[in-house]
């Protein structure tokens, strides 16, 4: 029989952490029919890569992503398939278009999201047709969709569906029992629709949109611990996820999610639970020295199932201006991103008691860890009118102007226009030591690209290959810290396990969802700075990432949708690829790690 495609002679990883093996591939009907030694008829085969000298791997699944309005203006997602990316996840953070009507759904994303509201709501007017979660997952799935898609139900969603947004964003408004049941009855419906589980946020840094409620925090925040442990019972009961964020400015309360989490307390079982951390944070640098053995012993001593997200490559900001999440820490930096119009927020800016309130803030040194460092000294302005402040750190032109820090950046934006100048910083992730401890460290699995939000912020479409680079790097340089069969692993079936999606593996049987790498490609480019205009966005021009010589095909589903820099003729648009992953109804057996 022919085959649709065949990938010949490349060095196959089936992605559980099995070593490699050269083998020809032969694809027929989506599904991977043949694993051979042995070359294969090519005859009547419309599709031959050759993959000599190349990796084969499971295309990269995405745990964290913010696609959740661009999948319906976009279906193809082309900045992640480009990078090798197959499956992504949506509905992180609490925030999710499942229940909440279109102009709440909205307001919850695109402040938070950093993603334009007008084109939010846009999309949801123009697309939303489903009234519930079922209704929800088949309209994702009737769209042309390029990868796979999975998602979790927000909490914020949720709870603005059954309080309304107004009150679920007051303090001290807490739901009836009634309200209370509800939720739990339309988590349980989602969950028995296919969804993976719930995700939630406890730091009330994020701060709604449009101009009914604008700047309250999101809903989730307002939860109190009552109303998230019945969450999680639903959760418990069919054996699902919960995915959240610790308040960072009360550390100590990341002890209810492994209590939560543990299958101790006369339950039947223990929730697997997923958290975001920025792991070697520059605000924290002693944390990473105890997150992975607290985060162990935790785990052991209570019979849990938490780990954190990870991004496994250097966490790397730009700003324009002040529109950066990290500000919204402070009350003053709220109170400017409350602000849309332009000379009104300039106005606030200059203001000499503002500033007194801001330094204020932002000279009080709170415990535990925070997001942003505070080093002005090591913010580097990137772009502006005044040419001869690019490549200086606020820092350097506070001790030149005899300033605060915090002046100086407010005295720049002002002097040029608060959203002219562009400047960038790391907040986490900087030193490779501790990079490639993380790496292996096993409490953590890769992830937290937020892909699809923060478009003028962050790129990590490609941190898969990012991984592979510095693991390949590492090799050469006789210094390993992970094999590359571990490294697939965890961006594969490791995660496809824990998130409970039918995806991360390539074997005999399977669904052909892969990624042809060349080695060789894995250079400087895969890290380099690259923006990319935005047609469904405006023309607003984002952070991409840009690694064509390392991706040779990417393919979903048995079909090659991206080769050699182009994607298939109506690919996302008349072509479909991908389709909705439901989560498994019974876990199969965890692919084992090396």
Known sequence: MSYDVIVRNGLWFDGTGAPPQVRTLGIRDGIVATVSVKALDETGCPDVIDAAGKWVVPGFIDVHTHYDAEVLLDPGLRESVRHGVTTVLLGMCSLSTVYADTEDAADLF???????????????????????????????????????????????????????????????????????????????????????GMSGMDAAIDKLDGDRFRSRALPSTFATWRERRRLI????????????????????????????????FGRRRGVRVSLLVSADAKSSPGAVHVLGPGTRLLNRI???????????????????????????????????????????????????????????????????????????????????????????????IADERGIHPLDAFLD???????????WTTIVANARPKQLDKLAKEPSVHMGFSDAGAHLRNMAFYNYPLRLLKRVRDAQLAGRPFL?????????????????????????QGERADFVVIDPAGLGDQVDEYHEESVPFYGGLSRMVNRNDDAVVATAVGGAVVYRNGQFRDGYGATVKSGRYLRARSAERPVAHAV
């Open 110 to 196: 695109s402040r938070v999201e950093a993603v334009p509201r007008k084109f939010v709501l846009g999309a949801l007017e123009q697309h939303r047709t489903w009234t519930n979660p079922s209704e929800y997952i088949d309209a994702l799935d009737d769209l042309p969709l390029g990868p796979n898609i999975a998602s979790m139900l927000g909490h914020s969603d949720l709870r603005a569906s059954v309080l309304g947004l107004d009150r679920a964003t007051t303090r001290n408004v807490t739901p009836t029992d009634a309200e209370l049941e509800a939720m739990a009855a339309k988590l349980d419906d989602a969950l028995a629709a296919g969804m993976l």
């Open 233 to 264: 019972k639903v959760l418990r009961k069919r054996g699902r996820v919960l995915q959240s964020a610790p308040n960072v400015a009360k550390a100590q309360e990341a002890l209810n999610f492994f209590l939560e989490s543990s299958s101790w």
């Open 302 to 396: 209570l019979d849990a199932k938490v780990r954190f997200q990870h991004l496994p490559v250097p966490f790397v900001l730009y700003s324009d201006g002040i529109d950066l999440p990290v500000f919204e820490e402070f009350g003053a930096g709220t109170a400017a991103l409350h602000l849309r119009d332009q000379l009104d927020r300039n106005k606030l800016l200059a203001d000499p008691e503002y500033r007194r309130r801001f330094r204020r803030s932002f000279d009080r040194r709170k415990l535990g860890p925070t997001l942003w460092h505070r080093d002005f000294h090591d913010a580097r302005i990137v772009e502006c009118p005044d040419k001869t402040l690019i490549g200086k750190s606020f820092g350097q």
């Open 412 to 422: 720049v934006l002002v002097e040029n226009g608060e959203r002219n100048v562009r």
């Open 483 to 507: 094999t590359t069969t571990h490294a697939v692993h965890r961006l594969t079936a490791e995660v496809a396990d824990w998130f409970g999606v039918d995806a991360g593996t390539l074997r």
